[in-house]
């Protein structure tokens, strides 16, 4: 449920303050008369990824044992590419988005009411298409309950909140603190979502090592405990996992990581013309 939570917060805040600085623009350039087409991009965005997701789940209920487990694992690391482009991403372009995206819409009313619709709904699909797939990737090694979904719809509740009261300047917050924490949090859930794609093509017989262990503390970690579910469906942390499992993790957080915390270098102040 956390995990999910994480996802629907990161996500739906990015979309959020994406729409916030379209309307902000729009209102403040005396230009009110093209909110319904904002709104409109907005609601396509909000249907397909909804429709997205939909897909997702009836492909996989519809195919054999083998072909579910390459099919979850497939959508697992698909998983784990976009959420690592992702934060990465949201790191460079934090301080940029809001003056790149209003000079793109205001381009867009200089060709018309559909080119503002377009620009809308292009600049939400691409997270509602990632929390989508983000979802899936993640519920898949949680237990079959209906928490996964309350906490992503939570999640996406608790940013639309934030981002209104960003709005309407009622709150304050430090999006690059935000972006640099749930980022940190995210990177443990994807190389989670990476451990359980690796587990799912043993057991699709495309891998081997299946049972070859590198630990076992299930007589530490109770399977059945709620603090074991909770690891399992935020990190994928199992009692049993494998050497594969393992060494996938391994090779996905460490360097990411590091990565992530290493320092951006300021750009280089234009040389002087003699």
């Known amino acids: 449920m956390f995990a999910s939570f994480l996802i629907g917060l990161r996500e739906g805040l990015e979309a959020t303050l994406v729409v916030s600085i379209l309307v902000a623009f729009l209102v403040k350039s005396d230009r009110r008369d093209?909110?319904?087409?904002?709104?409109?991009?907005?609601?396509?965005?909000?249907?397909?990824?909804?429709?997205?997701?939909?897909?997702?789940?009836?492909?996989?209920?519809?195919?054999?044992?083998?072909?579910?487990?390459?099919?979850?694992?497939?959508?697992?690391i698909a998983a784990t590419v976009f959420v690592t482009w992702m934060i990465f991403w949201m790191r460079g372009a934090a301080r940029t988005i809001a003056g790149d995206l209003r000079a793109k819409l205001g381009r867009a009313l200089n060709v018309g009411g559909v080119a503002v619709a377009v620009m809308a709904f292009l600049a939400v699909v691409r997270e509602g298409l990632e929390t989508s797939l983000l979802f899936y990737a993640s519920?898949?090694?949680a237990a079959a309950t209906a928490l996964p979904l309350?906490?992503?719809?939570?999640?996406?509740?608790?940013?639309?909140?934030?981002?209104?009261?960003?709005y309407a300047s009622a709150i304050r917050i430090n999006l690059t603190t935000f972006f640099t924490w749930t980022g940190l949090l995210l990177i443990l859930v994807a190389g989670g979502i990476l451990k359980y794609g690796v587990h799912d093509l043993q057991e699709a017989g495309i891998l081997p090592g299946l049972n070859t262990l590198a630990f076992d503390i299930s007589a530490v970690l109770d399977p059945g405990a709620w603090y074991s579910a909770l690891l399992a469906g935020m990190f994928n942390i199992t009692p049993a996992p494998s050497v594969l499992e393992m060494a996938a993790w391994a090779l996905y957080v460490i360097p990411v990581l590091f990565l992530f915390l290493r320092p951006v270098a300021a750009p280089k102040a234009a040389e002087p013309v003699s």
Do not use: H
């Open 34 to 76: 093209k909110l319904p087409l904002v709104w409109a991009g907005v609601g396509l965005a909000v249907a397909l990824s909804v429709g997205f997701g939909a897909l997702l789940s009836f492909t996989a209920a519809n195919l054999t044992f083998e072909q579910q487990e390459l099919f979850e694992a497939l959508t697992s």
């Open 139 to 141: 519920a898949q090694g």
């Open 150 to 166: 309350i906490g992503i719809s939570l999640g996406v509740l608790t940013s639309i909140v934030i981002g209104w009261g960003i």
